[in-house]
């Protein structure tokens, strides 16, 4: 019986993997069509209903007035500063490198707590981190597709820009865990993110009959897959298999990123993104692999996606 479950639970979380890995593939199809603001409007529209079912389903309580600020901080940069970012950036560079990039999240977290708030970090640590870095400027030096412009390096940047408030968010929301169930602070900061994007959008006079065939079918993919059923098979995989097995499965996002890519949008990865890639996933195995803050910090990456 024991086995069955484990089972479920594996195949739980390489689900999660591939959902939240095809959703670079998936915002660059919509980029076709919408502005990235209106990809992250819609996006996390969807995803309060969906995270509202499931918020109301299991009669969850709604977050104490005492910690509104903190959870309204982590909405700005978890929901709005973050996806402003991350979907501008992949309007000049691809669905693999900008997965590749975000990949870095785990390591930028172990940084800002060295640096902030002098934790204090292992050599083999250390040295995923500065394998990451090392992959990170091949990955941003190398271009998109086989060619070299200030278009790619601004979107690269974009979506480093990103990862780096995804760190922020992640140290944000550390006490609000103690305190809530993440389903709760995902419903919430998503609303406030939501709200913010609705300021942006409706001078824009969205024409809705856009949302519709390809564009209606991705954002539903985006909002309710990648922000609600992943994020339900992720816990359902953490209480099953335990912290250090799921850290070792997210390392599968960037790769399932670059193969969608690869597969679906025919994106090409030229030597330099492909040694960077490698670096990259190696540096944050070693850094995801090695303790405490490794296994918090995936814990909030994985609502990223």
Same mark, same amino acid.
């Given at each position: 019986? =024991? ?5 479920? @639970? ?34 996390? *529209?969807? @995803? ?24 309204? @901080? ?15 950036? +992949? ?99 998503? @609303?406030?993110?939501?709200?913010? +994007? ?6 824009? =006079? ?12 991705? *954002? ?46 025919? =994106?090409? *990865?030229?030597?330099?993104? +492909? ?29 990223? =996606?």
């Amino acid at each position: 019986m =024991e086995t069955k479950v484990n089972l479920k @639970a594996v195949l739980a979380i390489i689900a999660t993997t591939l959902f939240w890995g095809l959703s670079y593939t998936s915002t660059k199809v919509l980029l076709g069509s919408l502005l990235p603001v209106q990809i992250a409007f819609f996006r996390l *529209l969807l @995803a309060c209903l969906a995270l509202g079912i499931f918020f109301f389903a299991s009669k969850k309580r709604l977050v104490h007035k005492s910690d509104l600020l903190r959870v309204i @901080a982590g909405g700005v940069f978890g929901n709005f500063i973050y996806f402003l970012f991350e979907n501008n950036g +992949l309007r000049f560079t691809t669905a693999g490198t900008g997965s590749l990039i975000i990949a870095t999240i785990p390591v930028l977290n172990v940084l800002a707590g060295a640096i902030l708030f002098r934790e204090k970090n292992t050599n083999k640590r250390w040295l995923g981190v500065i394998l990451s870095f090392v992959g990170v400027y091949f990955i941003i030096r190398s271009g998109s597709n086989g060619t070299f412009s200030l278009a790619n390096i601004k979107g690269n940047l974009l979506v480093f820009g990103a990862a780096c408030a995804w760190v922020a968010f992640t140290r944000i929301n550390e006490p609000l865990l103690n305190r809530y169930d993440s389903i709760t602070i995902n419903l919430h900061q998503s @609303a406030v993110g939501m709200f913010l +994007l609705s300021f942006l959008i409706i001078p824009l =006079e969205t024409d809705l009959s856009v949302l519709r065939g390809s564009v209606a079918f991705n *954002l539903a993919y985006l909002g309710i897959f990648c922000s609600a059923v992943a994020f339900f098979l992720y816990l359902y995989a953490l209480k099953t298999l335990g912290t250090a097995t799921v850290t070792s499965y997210i390392n599968l996002v960037p790769v399932f990123g670059v193969l969608g890519g690869a597969i679906i949008l025919k =994106e090409t *990865l030229v030597a330099g993104q +492909l040694l960077g890639g490698a670096i990259v996933i190696a540096g944050v195995s070693l850094v995801t692999m090695s303790g405490k803050s490794a296994a918090q910090s995936t814990k909030q990456v994985s609502t990223a =996606e």
